[in-house]
C-alpha cells in the first residue's frame, strides 16, 4: 500500500532507528499518510513568561500537551515533538477527533491553572502538502524500551507558523475542563553542566534550499556532540538525583490535583514523595521496583535530541566545543543553508511521564533551566529573512 494512503497501522511499522546520527539522512524518513493530522500547541509569549521567572511552568504545560494526548489515544503510538514552550505531534483518522478534544482542554485547562495563553490547532496533512511542504516522520530508539519521533519536510514548521497566524485554530473547551494527564511529574532535581555550560541549540534549513548541505552541516554538529562525554548528554548516568521537598511539588499538585484541594494535593505528594526519595537514597528495592535500575533508565531514555524540521539539542558542552559549533553555523547560516539559535545555560531539566514505575517505558523531556530551546527560537527569529 502507497505510503501516502496507509491507514492507522502506518506508524507502527516504521522501523525504529538506533543512530541517532542517522537520522540527519533525509532517505531515512517517510512521508506521513495523507489523511493524517498535525497537532500542534504552544505557549503565547512564553519569552516574556521566561523572563518572570516561569519556564518550568512553561515546560510543564509543553509536555502537558504530549502526556494529554498519550491519555487520549487508548495506547495507540503516535509521532511528537516536545519543543520546550510548545509540542507538535501527528494522529491518525480515527484518533484526530479526541486529539482535538484534548487539545481544547488543554487550552482551557492551561488558562485556568496558571494563567497561559496557549495556542492549539490541527493542521490537515493534505493542506500542507498542498502548501508545497510535505511531512515525512522517523522513529528513533532512544532505548529498548522507548522510542522518539522525528520529523522533516518543512511541514511541521509550516504548520507552527500557520497556527500563530491564526489559522487551523481549535476552541478551548468548556469551562472548568480538567485533561487527563496521569503520569506526568517534575520530581527530579535540574541537573548541572559537569562541562562548563548547558547548551540548547535550534538549527533550522533555509526553505526552499538543498537538503543535502542542511543534512551534512546537521551531522557535522552531531559529530561534535559525539566527541563529548556521553555524547553531550546533559543527565548523569545515574539520572539527575531526587531531594525532598522536591523542587516540582507546586507544579506537580497543579498537574495532578484533578478538581480537588491544591492544598491537600501537596500534602499527599509531600509524603509520596518522602517515601520515593527514601528508596533512591537507601536503594532498597520494592517489590518489581529497583530504584537503581530505574534512575539508570532516566538517563537512558532521555530526549535531549531530536529532528523537527530541524535539529534541536540540549547538551553538556565545554566552552571549546561550543566556539566550534557556533563557528561551524556561523558560516552555514552566511552561505545561506541555515539558521540557528544557540543559548547557554547551567542546567537542565526534566519533566516526565512515567505509565509505571516498575516498567522500563518512562518517557523524560529535557531542557535547559533557564530558557532552554524557547531562547534559542528567540534568538533564531531575531535573523530570520
Not at 515546560?59 to 519543543?83: E, L, R
Not at 482551557?108 to 494563567?115: D, H, I, L, V
Not at 511531512?135 to 507552527?160: H, K, L, N, P
Not at 522536591?246 to 501537596?266: F, Q
Request: with cysteine; glycine share 10%.
Amino acid at each position: 500500500m502507497d505510503a501516502m494512503t496507509r491507514n492507522d497501522t502506518f506508524y507502527d511499522t516504521l522501523p525504529r532507528v538506533g543512530s541517532f546520527a542517522a537520522l540527519a539522512k533525509p532517505d531515512v524518513y517517510t512521508p506521513l499518510p495523507n489523511d493524517w493530522t498535525i497537532g500542534a500547541a504552544d505557549i503565547v509569549g512564553s519569552t516574556d513568561q521566561i523572563a518572570k521567572g516561569r519556564y518550568k511552568t512553561v515546560n510543564m504545560v509543553g509536555a502537558a500537551v504530549i502526556s494529554s494526548q498519550i491519555n487520549a489515544s487508548g495506547g495507540k503510538t503516535f509521532p511528537y515533538v516536545f519543543g520546550g514552550d510548545g509540542a507538535t505531534f501527528a494522529c491518525d483518522t480515527e484518533m484526530a477527533a479526541l486529539s482535538a478534544r484534548a487539545l481544547g482542554v488543554m487550552k482551557r485547562w492551561a488558562s485556568e491553572e496558571f494563567g497561559l495563553d496557549l495556542r492549539v490547532a490541527q493542521v490537515p496533512v493534505a493542506d500542507i502538502r498542498a502548501a508545497g511542504r510535505d511531512v515525512r516522520v522517523a522513529r528513533f530508539r532512544a532505548s529498548d524500551s522507548v522510542d522518539y519521533g522525528m520529523f522533516s519536510g518543512g511541514g511541521i514548521s509550516w504548520a507552527e507558523s500557520e497556527m500563530k497566524r491564526g489559522r487551523f485554530a481549535l476552541s478551548a473547551a468548556p469551562a472548568g475542563a480538567i485533561p487527563d494527564l496521569t503520569g506526568l511529574s517534575c520530581r527530579w532535581n535540574n541537573a548541572k553542566s559537569r562541562n562548563g555550560s548547558i547548551l540548547s541549540v535550534v538549527i533550522e534549513p533555509e526553505l526552499p534550499g538543498p537538503r543535502d548541505a542542511f543534512a551534512a552541516v546537521a551531522s557535522q554538529v552531531i559529530a561534535l556532540a559525539d566527541t563529548l562525554e556521553r555524547g553531550g548528554h546533559p543527565l548523569p548516568p545515574d539520572g539527575p538525583g531526587v531531594s525532598w521537598p522536591p523542587p516540582g511539588l507546586d507544579l506537580d499538585a497543579h498537574v495532578s490535583r484533578g478538581a480537588g484541594s491544591l492544598r491537600k494535593r501537596k500534602i499527599q505528594l509531600l509524603f509520596g514523595n518522602l517515601i520515593a526519595w527514601l528508596f533512591f537514597k537507601s536503594g532498597v528495592k520494592a517489590g518489581a521496583f529497583d530504584p537503581a535500575h530505574y534512575a539508570r533508565m532516566v538517563s537512558n531514555n532521555a530526549d535531549f535530541r531530536k529532528f523537527d524540521d530541524g535539529l534541536k539539542m540540549t547538551l553538556d558542552c565545554d566552552p571549546d566545543t561550543i566556539a566550534t559549533i557556533r563557528s561551524l553555523l556561523e558560516r552555514a547560516e552566511r552561505d545561506g543553508i541555515l539558521r540557528f539559535g544557540l543559548f547557554e545555560q547551567a542546567e537542565a531539566m526534566m519533566t516526565c511521564f512515567v505509565p509505571s514505575v516498575t516498567q522500563d517505558n518512562h518517557i523524560h523531556l529535557v531542557d535547559g533551566a533557564s530558557g532552554g530551546y524557547a531562547q534559542a527560537a528567540a534568538r533564531l527569529k531575531s535573523v530570520s529573512r
